[in-house]
């Protein structure tokens, strides 16, 4: 019993860290399992031949490369982006502006200190048991980009998956014919073993990861219409009026930010990170009319 008493269980969730770089190698081969497939197997070559279908390959290979651009800039984004760190010996100062006959649980404000970052712990905020540190707005840690997702890289990690099932979607339906090809006709059997697994491999990762992001995509549409982050959603449901959901419209822009153009691409204007507090993570609009 003593040496239970002794077990750290954190030290398993800081394993992670290692698995999550593992997934980072994993994201790298399917990227180029599917690379190979879609431009050197099925069509670099009829682009290559000309002909009148050499149009249509210049213009999935075109497509098929600015997603994938954009898939590695959001991609690195997130992964390098801090999520948001709290600012050291930070402290709730706002004490009067709360109901003094209720307590921080009935105001649904989250814990003020964090007894393992030995800090103060602003709204919404939460401690990461991979990272060992608090993450403000914490959505989730993310094996698959060794990082948590909070506040100040929620949006890239959006567009990863937006893009990310862009670029699964078209790879699924460009290989789809020399898939069907395959048990059709027999010359295309003449291949190599290795060239027709790389198209079996790349066709059917394709599609169970355009399936599964489909999900997961609608999900955080749902989270960020209502500006629930996935911890919160436990909480969210206690309650009969969420007291961060402002308006659709006013949620959105607190991901995305209001500038329109910067909206598909992993940045935020300038004008946006000064006007607007919850991109970095610290304050939060909330609700007049919000009901425990």
């Known amino acids: 019993m003593d040496c239970c008493r002794h077990v750290n269980p954190f030290r398993a969730c800081a394993g992670l860290r290692g698995l999550g770089y593992l997934m980072v190698a994993l994201v790298a081969a399917i990227a180029a399992v599917s690379y190979y497939a879609v431009v050197v197997y099925a069509w670099g070559p009829v682009l290559l031949s000309g002909g009148a279908s050499a149009a249509g390959a210049a213009a999935v290979l075109a497509a098929f490369h600015v997603l994938l651009a954009m898939i590695l800039w959001c991609y690195l984004m997130v992964v390098f982006t801090d999520p948001g760190s ?3 010996n930070w402290r709730y100062d706002d004490e009067d502006s709360r109901d003094p006959g209720s307590s ?7 814990p003020r200190y964090c007894s393992r970052c030995q800090n103060g712990k602003p709204p919404r905020c939460h401690h990461c048991s991979v990272c060992n540190r608090c993450v403000l707005k914490m959505d989730h840690h993310c094996i698959w980009v060794v990082n948590c997702v909070g506040a100040q890289n929620y949006k890239y990690f959006l567009l990863f998956l937006v893009y990310t099932f862009a670029e699964t979607v078209l ?8 898939f069907i090809e395959f048990f059709q006709d027999g010359s295309m059997r003449s291949s190599s073993p290795g060239d027709i697994a ?6 059917v990762l394709n599609l169970a990861f355009a399936l599964s992001l489909l999900c997961f995509i609608g999900m955080h549409t749902s989270l960020v219409a209502s500006n629930t982050t ?10 009969v009026s ?3 959901d402002v308006g659709w419209k006013r ?5 995305f930010g209001t500038k329109k153009l910067f909206w598909f691409v992993p940045l935020y204007s ?3 990170l000064h006007n607007i507090p919850a991109l970095r993570g610290l304050e939060f609009p909330t609700r007049s009319d919000t009901i425990v």
Do not use: C
């Open 86 to 88: 709290v600012p050291e």
């Open 104 to 110: 921080s649980e009935e105001q649904g404000s989250a």
């Open 171 to 178: 790879d699924t339906l460009v290989l789809l014919p020399n």
């Open 198 to 203: 790389i198209l079996f491999l790349a066709f």
């Open 230 to 239: 996935s911890i919160e959603v436990h909480e969210r449901r206690k309650s």
């Open 242 to 244: 969420w007291k961060y």
């Open 251 to 255: 949620n959105l822009e607190q991901v």
């Open 270 to 272: 300038t004008e946006d």
